[in-house]
């Protein structure tokens, strides 16, 4: 066996290559109770490394702590029951509903990429809207919905759109909020 280095300081490349060994050791000590390691990433300065581990119990109903959130919280953050597990089109991509994140404040809802099976999260706003939007266009037959904020002068637009984009882009593709300075003084 191959003597190790001893590491004076953390750097990048040497973070990555004993992360990885930390996470598949302490895997093979968890297997044993049944709870799953996943990395969850870590920060690191020259002398310090903090990682990260996310260690789960097995369900025994098929649910994970982000399903149950979800539908403990739902009727807080005014999630509709029928979204969790549902596909929704956000920025041009199918998407799948996979449960809600309470300890964060912004980006609270965890969903599935479809294409290729990789964990995101989004604001609930968010979703909520493509939820919204999707079933519009399900019950309209592929009619789009526009609204304004009554007396903000806030709404949803495509691009080009008459009016200055206030930047904060929408996930959906091509969907900005719209700040219409006219609306807004109430002309």
Avoid: W
Wanted: hydrophobic share 35%.
């Amino acid at each position: 066996m191959p003597k190790t280095k001893a590491i004076k300081k953390f750097e990048k490349e040497n973070v990555r290559g004993f992360s990885t060994e930390a996470v598949e050791a302490v895997q093979k000590v968890m297997a044993k109770y049944g709870i799953s390691v996943k990395y969850g990433g870590g920060k690191y300065g020259e002398l310090e490394f903090d990682l990260k581990l996310k260690l789960q119990c097995e369900s025994t109903d098929g649910e994970t702590q982000a399903m149950k959130d979800y539908l403990r919280y739902a009727e807080a953050y005014g999630l509709p029951i029928e979204m969790l597990g549902a596909s929704l089109k956000i920025g041009g991509a199918a998407y799948e509903v996979t449960g809600f994140l309470p300890k964060r404040r912004k980006n609270n809802l965890q969903l599935l990429r479809l294409s290729d099976g990789k964990a995101q999260i989004c604001p609930h706003d968010y979703a909520i809207r493509a939820f919204g939007e999707a079933q519009q266009r399900q019950s309209k037959a592929g009619s789009k919905a526009k609204g304004t904020l009554k007396g903000l002068g806030v709404g949803m637009a495509r691009h080009p759109f008459d009016g200055e984009c206030n930047e904060k882009c929408t996930p959906e593709k091509g969907m900005h909020v719209v700040y219409d300075s006219a609306t807004a003084r109430g002309r």
